[in-house]
Nanobody, 122 residues
Framework: QVQLVESGGGLVQPGGSLGLSCAASGRILFINTMGWYRQAPGKERELVAVITDGTNSYADSVKGRFTISRDNAKKTVYLQMNSLKPEDTAVYYC?????????????????WGQGTQVTVSS
């Protein structure tokens, strides 16, 4: 019912910037909550940022450096990452939940993208 495809990962030097995007497709009328998670090698997946229709929230480790935004018409969520640090290196996953479907009904999810690698290294 809902597919998420991330793009924009890559290699960047410490202090640099990178932008991620995640496009949702399917019989989607509206997505209540979209977010970004990340998983570093040997660590559990952790929340990075989440956005609803009116509010954003961030992990303490990324506050002031990362910005999450969304375009409801394009069913896309973005993550702008500035002042990147080596400890930001991880696979970043897009997440969606509370999807209102065309024709009625709610697909609660959560739904996950395939992940995109972000590597911060000199």
């Amino acid at each position: 019912q809902v597919q998420l495809v991330e793009s924009g990962g890559g290699l960047v030097q410490p202090g640099g910037s990178l932008g991620l995007s995640c496009a949702a497709s399917g019989r989607i009328l509206f997505i209540n909550t979209m977010g970004w998670y990340r998983q570093a090698p040997g660590k559990e997946r952790e929340l990075v940022a989440v956005i609803t229709d009116g509010t954003n929230s961030y992990a303490d480790s990324v506050k002031g450096r990362f910005t999450i935004s969304r375009d409801n018409a394009k069913k896309t969520v973005y993550l702008q990452m500035n002042s990147l640090k080596p400890e930001d290196t991880a696979v970043y996953y897009c997440n969606a939940g509370g999807v209102i479907l065309i024709g009625g009904g709610i697909a609660r999810g959560p739904y996950w993208g395939q992940g995109t690698q972000v590597t911060v290294s000199s």
